[in-house]
């Protein structure tokens, strides 16, 4: 258990920031469980409308230092591939 004032703050900032990453984290998982799901139906149209909301929260999941840059962008790939294919 922390002992000083400034080890306490250290873990509620620890929490706030655990909060908020959970957070960004599902959002960018559920926007690409979005377009996996559309792209299994065969609605690639959808999938492609879907693709710029996904972005979104995989660019800001990135800038927030949740995801790695390399990552972000090996995801986005995929997800913008899959869209095609769907079509």
Known sequence: MAITSS???ALRVAKRRTVFNTRRKAAVKSS???ISK???AKQSKE???ALPNAYKAIDKATKR???K???AARMKS???KQARAAA
């Open 7 to 9: 080890a306490k703050k």
């Open 32 to 34: 690409v469980k979005t």
């Open 38 to 40: 559309l792209v299994a």
């Open 47 to 49: 999938a492609e409308a």
């Open 65 to 67: 230092g949740i995801l």
């Open 69 to 71: 840059p390399n990552t």
């Open 78 to 80: 995929r997800l913008a």
